[in-house]
């Protein structure tokens, strides 16, 4: 006489090797699921950083070698608490140059955002030409 189907043994060892199987699978998708969250974050924040360095790079009337600072709007920015801090410099200058002369100027943005309770951060540089005002010209030397 044959005896078809499984016994309570084998059943409840498939069962216990599904439950491993499934739960790796479930914590492995849960890990890929924060990654995920964290380089859509990141992302959104790098775009965010572009798009202010290049405001920055176009405005003719920013403070000289004064920090100054803002916020993104909670709809760009995915409802993080983010905001930016920026601060423009002289960097190179003909030798001997005065007032109304060329020179290069660099722009430093730091844009920073909440994650809990770390602060996070992406640093930004970039250099653009100008003019030397009275103030600039320094004493003997480039501005570095």
Same mark, same amino acid.
């Given at each position: 006489?044959?005896?078809?189907g499984?016994?309570?043994?084998?059943?409840?060892?498939?069962?216990?090797?599904?439950?491993?199987?499934?739960?790796?699978?479930?914590?492995?998708?849960t890990?890929?699921?924060?990654?995920? +969250?964290?380089?859509? *974050?990141?992302?959104? &924040?790098? %775009?965010?950083?572009? !798009?202010?360095? #290049?405001?920055?790079?176009?405005?003719?009337?920013?403070?000289?070698?004064?920090?100054?600072?803002g916020?993104?709007?909670?709809?760009?920015?995915?409802?993080?608490?983010?905001?930016?801090?920026?601060?423009?410099?002289g960097?190179?200058?003909?030798?001997?140059a005065?007032?109304? +002369?060329?020179?290069? *100027?660099?722009?430093? &943005?730091? %844009?920073?955002?909440? !994650?809990?309770? #770390?602060?996070?951060?992406?640093?930004?540089?970039?250099?653009?030409?100008?003019?030397?005002?009275?103030?600039d010209?320094?004493?003997?030397?480039g501005?570095?």
């Open positions: 006489m044959k005896h078809r499984f016994t309570l043994l084998e059943v409840l060892v498939a069962t216990v090797i599904m439950a491993v199987a499934v739960t790796a699978l479930m914590s492995n998708l890990t890929s699921l924060n990654n995920a +969250a964290k380089l859509t *974050e990141y992302d959104r &924040l790098t %775009v965010l950083a572009r !798009r202010k360095m #290049d405001e920055l790079l176009a405005a003719r009337n920013l403070p000289r070698s004064v920090p100054f600072n916020g993104f709007d909670p709809a760009a920015s995915g409802g993080m608490n983010c905001g930016w801090q920026a601060r423009l410099s960097f190179e200058a003909p030798p001997g005065g007032p109304g +002369a060329r020179a290069l *100027e660099r722009i430093e &943005l730091e %844009v920073w955002w909440m !994650r809990g309770q #770390d602060r996070r951060s992406i640093r930004l540089e970039a250099f653009r030409p100008g003019v030397l005002a009275a103030g010209v320094p004493a003997a030397g501005l570095r």
